[in-house]
């Protein structure tokens, strides 16, 4: 008897925690605009759509506790593994692009700050010590060298490049990761990431000093470690990174385990993601075509006349698995961008979203800064916050 009505108090007690959950993330400005409480590690590799930190930062402190699980299933760059972490949470990302795995896998190792900062240490010495007499390791064929690097940037770049081929460090993943993400910058291309993305010929012969840029790469996973140090107490919940299809992946992960979704699909018709990570899929000799076909929304699909239906249609598949693998009492917190030039996809998708079984509580809309636009049409996005109905 007095064991019901625990339980019965304990159901009661859950359900006004949520209510007041709920009335605070509806009071909420959604749109964050400046960068002032953005989390150190969103800014150590471009993505052409990262969401900014305190989204999942808000939503996993308010909807989860300590080691429940948080899934992203299109992680990007993994701002929402990192936050979970951050917090105590497990975290499970998934994303069909292997340069975003690289982004997820060296933004939430268990290492420490002064760790981190020791492997830059090692690697800082190889560079400044012996820069001139260090050999350069040769490009990989797949990279379109002539096309997109300067001949003296393409000779510095290859010097790390030769420097990383050699590093057994269990850190290893962060000297690759903050390659990668100096590939852009050290490029010839000035004027837009979209030229890169479309493979077009650069205009400017920019030249980059790459060691200090490459230091400065590294020196900034040193700064977001350090800042996570301060933060948390070790050692932190695993956040598990899969590189796959979610449609895919998510059919693999058991019913009811997680508790919160914090996610931004891809836009609809706006990014090619595989292709806009051209610069690091040719260094790592990563094939970029396979990729773009396994892309929701993808934007070289968008002329097909059912690409709407077609893009809804493969995110009903992730959204039904997503639902699955939450837990009753689990809560999605869905970003949904939509170009006005690409039909009402964002309609289509909350009437998706509600066949499949979700209960909408919560539709928020926010502004997104100029800085992150694909394009200038592309003003704001939709918040929308379901239970499993
Ligand atoms: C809007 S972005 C997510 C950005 C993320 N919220 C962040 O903060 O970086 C959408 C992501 O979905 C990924 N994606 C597209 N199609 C996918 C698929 N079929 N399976 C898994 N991921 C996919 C893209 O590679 C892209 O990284």
Redesign the pocket.
């Known amino acids: 008897m007095a064991g019901a009505q625990n339980l019965a108090e304990n159901i009661l007690a859950a359900a006004e925690v949520r209510q007041a959950s709920m009335r605070r993330l509806s009071e909420l400005d959604w749109d964050f605009p400046t960068q002032a409480s953005e989390s150190a590690f969103?800014a150590l590799h471009w993505?052409?759509?990262?969401?900014p930190s305190q989204i999942p930062a808000i939503s996993i402190a308010r909807l989860t506790t300590p080691n429940d699980v948080v899934l992203?299933?299109?992680?990007?760059?993994?701002?929402?593994l990192v936050e979970a972490q951050r917090l105590g949470r497990r975290a499970i990302g998934?994303?069909?692009?292997p340069v975003?795995a690289l982004m997820g896998k060296a933004k939430t190792l268990q290492s420490t700050g002064p760790a981190v900062e020791r492997y830059f240490r090692s690697i800082q010495l190889m560079i400044r010590g012996e820069w001139s007499e260090l050999p350069e390791a040769a490009p990989p064929e797949t990279v379109q060298a002539a096309k997109w690097y300067s001949e003296r940037t393409l000779q510095g770049i290859c010097k790390i490049w030769g420097v990383l081929s050699q590093d057994q460090s269990d850190l290893a993943i962060i000297g690759k990761a903050a390659f990668s993400s100096i590939l852009l910058p050290a490029c010839r291309e000035t004027r837009h990431w979209g030229y890169v993305c479309d493979n077009s010929q650069p205009k400017s012969d920019r030249e980059v000093e790459v060691a200090p840029l490459f230091e400065a790469a590294l020196s900034k996973f040193v700064a977001a470690y350090r800042q996570r140090d301060m933060e948390c107490s070790q050692p932190l919940p695993d956040a598990r990174v899969i590189n796959?299809?979610?449609?895919d992946?998510l059919s693999t992960l058991p019913d009811s385990t997680i508790q919160c979704v914090v996610?931004?699909?891809?836009?609809f018709g706006v990014?090619d993601?595989?292709k806009s990570q051209r610069l690091s899929m040719e260094w790592f000799s990563l094939p970029i075509e396979p990729?773009r076909l396994?892309?929701?929304?993808?934007r070289s699909k968008r002329h097909r006349i059912t690409s709407l239906d077609d893009y809804i249609a493969?995110l009903q598949k992730?959204f039904v698995q997503v639902r699955r693998v939450m837990k009753s009492s689990g809560t999605a917190v869905i970003?949904f961008?939509q170009s006005p030039a690409r039909g009402d996809s964002e309609k289509r998708f909350v009437e998706m979203l509600k066949d499949v079984g979700f209960s909408i509580e919560l539709e928020r809309r926010r502004q997104i800064p100029k800085a992150r636009r694909q394009k200038p049409s592309l003003l704001e996005e939709i918040v929308i916050i379901g239970s499993k109905g």
């Open positions: 969103s993505h052409p759509c990262r969401f992203d299933p299109f992680m990007g760059s993994a701002t929402t998934v994303d069909v692009n975003s796959g299809t979610s449609g992946v996610t931004s699909p891809p836009y990014a993601y595989a990729v396994q892309e929701i929304g993808a493969d992730v970003v961008g």
